[in-house]
């Protein structure tokens, strides 16, 4: 098992197996729309899955609490908050959430190293899998959801690969449950860095999506180069405008959601979920407008997806 270099913030770098994949926007909550929180998931279907460390450090606080009960999915009536101060800057701590552990205050933990079992509560919707949040907060606010540091992802200029295509691809279904189906997509995937994912357009930038579109209304978008994009420019996915931007760092790019309609074999769904990846994984997950909303796709099929 190796970790690869995901983000850093304040001197600290938290990192992720080379299997992962992950998010810094796919989610509604403030601290990913702030760029302040990456989500990280194991790519495995495994009923119980160990929450490893991202981090070298100390064990400094456990917290349990009541998460918010679910709608449309049974889950973990508690959670714990863990803090953990790393090595690389002892005046901050790294939290983390959606985890049940029995480790011990004062441990000492290694990147990769188990500290707890991962769980589904009631901050998930029913198509989030299990994952764990990471956030670098200052000690003296570690546990209110506004006030962590901004995370910078680590994604060098080295081995870049842009498939740019304006058509919808051919997709064939992966995989289904009773929460979305997994999509191959069998070409328009690109590479920055470690990073791989589906290539959108900001005028002459290309970039790698991460977001929930249209159904959680922003998004982010990976980039290299981003010294020719503006606020208010149009970001397109496969000839369809999907957004505009509404902020621009350095290697990262902010979007709201333009409206949109999303169909899969002429019927519409809630929208696609769009992860990075540390591996070459051609899959987006399609959300169905409710739960068992996609029982009529069968595995292996070939399926036609429209976006307007």
Request: aromatic share 10%.
């Amino acid at each position: 098992m190796s970790f690869i270099p995901l983000a850093t913030s304040m001197g600290v770098t938290i990192h992720a197996r080379n299997e992962d994949f992950f998010s810094f926007f796919n989610s509604p909550y403030y601290s990913h729309i702030n760029c302040s929180a990456i989500d990280i998931y194991p790519n495995t279907e495994n009923p119980i899955i160990p929450a490893l460390s991202p981090v070298d450090g100390i064990v400094s606080r456990l917290y349990e609490f009541k998460p918010p009960r679910p709608r449309h999915f049974e889950a973990s009536e508690t959670e714990k908050l863990m803090l953990i101060i790393p090595n690389e800057n002892h005046k901050i701590y790294v939290r983390i959430l959606h985890i049940d552990s029995q480790i011990q205050v004062g441990t000492r933990v290694s990147v990769g190293d188990q500290v707890g079992i991962l769980l589904r509560s009631g901050f998930f919707n029913f198509w989030t899998g299990k994952h764990i949040h990471v956030e670098v907060r200052c000690l003296e606010e570690p546990l209110r959801a506004k006030g962590g540091y901004v995370l910078e992802p680590i994604n060098k200029d080295y081995n870049i690969l842009s498939q740019r295509t304006n058509d919808i691809p051919p997709l064939s279904i992966s995989a289904i449950n009773e929460d979305y189906a997994l999509a191959d997509v069998e070409n328009g995937l690109s590479r920055i860095g470690n990073f791989w994912g589906l290539e959108c357009r900001i005028g002459s930038t290309f970039g790698i999506l991460d977001g929930g579109i249209p159904h959680y209304q922003h998004g982010g978008i990976h980039a290299i180069d981003t010294a020719s994009v503006r606020v208010g420019d149009a970001v397109w996915l496969w000839g369809t405008e999907i957004g505009r931007v509404v902020q621009v760092s350095k290697n990262l790019i902010h979007f709201k959601s333009t409206q949109l309609s999303i169909s899969v074999n002429g019927k519409k769904i809630r929208g696609l979920s769009l992860h990075p990846w540390l591996s070459k994984a051609k899959v987006i997950r399609i959300i169905p407008e409710y739960p068992r909303g996609l029982q009529d796709l069968k595995k292996g099929e070939k399926i036609h997806l429209s976006i307007a």
